[in-house]
């Protein structure tokens, strides 16, 4: 019979630590696929990592996971970002590392700048670093960027909060010298908000997210004013989750399965981006069936706005017939069960983005299982799938 549900993996955590394959994804994908090593269930890979190419992530999974995966099945922290076509013919600034020149381009930007490219062509800006102080200078460049697009943490994090503050502060001509500080700044689309994430250290490495409230703070006591962002996406962003929901959908109609997708399995590691996230768009979907708006967001008019624009969108879709998205939570990663029951009045951190309200019950998976291979079985046993 044709599969009527489909899985959300996260990949750090989940599948692999760092290089490593975590030793349980391979018996899963051998119980999800079938003789031929193809899929039998339609399957995403959720990923906030934002610092390779879609291809080379597909490469990567494809040897831990010892089947073949398609970029197509792959969803970086700013997949999303080929949705937000106003802003393809801007000339933007690029944070980040690895590809973020081919990512950007590969995503319909037309026109972007790098942080290094800016960095050379104003060379006075970047000065913390005494070796990389110029000898000799140039004529600054002329061109004014219109936004900043921030793929994920960079290597050296003074130069690119200090240069970020520049664009925003210049209102996208660092060469200038303005009186007062423009505000509203340059549009700011920001992918991957993860405070933490695991690597093959035994403690968590500081993410994007971390980045973030270093620029939010930093801008915030240089101007007194609030950084604003026009798009926040990755996981744990409604907008990331209705994209990969977008893409399960697709796989069963390439594959010719008749029945329709009524729900997702999401598997992660990180309550504060993965279970919350799930929780959060199973919530959006439960609020289109009833046709109301339940907030997931703080009351701000952009947020209010963005999730007002998102509810609409999933209301009005006729074909949306996902009816939920529950959340499997995995001990493989950022998560440790500490085996001893949370005291009543002990109060939970938020690692989670300043723009999402805090709701604790957001945390809260619907499953915890031990790894990814115990999570599909306990999907297969909820389809009675076998």
Known sequence: QPPAFGFLFDVDGVLVRGSQPVPAARRAFQRLADGGGRLRVPVVFLTNAGNCLRSDKARELSRALGLQVSPEQV????????????FHQRCMLVAGQGPVQ??????????VVTIEALRKAYPLLDMVDLSRRPKELFPNSSQNLAGVILFGEPVRWETSLQLIADVLLSNGNPGAELQDVPYPHLPILACNMDLLWMAEAKMPRFGHGTFLLCLESIYKKV????????ALIGKPSPITYRYAQYLIQQQAEKQGWKAPIRRLYAVGDNPMSDVYGANLYNNYLKSAQ?????????RSPQAASAQAE???ELRNDCNNSVESCESI???TGVYRPDGAAPKETEETVF???????????????SHIVQDVDEAVQLAFKKENWS
């Open 102 to 111: 081919e990512n950007a381009h590969n995503l319909g930007f037309k026109h």
């Open 223 to 230: 101007t007194g004013k609030e950084l604003k962002y026009e």
């Open 75 to 86: 969803i970086l922290s700013h997949s999303p970002l080929q949705l937000f076509s106003q």
């Open 310 to 312: 998102f509810s609409l």
């Open 329 to 331: 939570l995995v001990c």
């Open 351 to 365: 690692h989670g983005h300043r723009d999402f309200c805090f709701d604790p019950s957001l945390l809260q998976a």
């Open 290 to 298: 009833q046709n109301q708006v339940q907030a997931g967001l703080k």
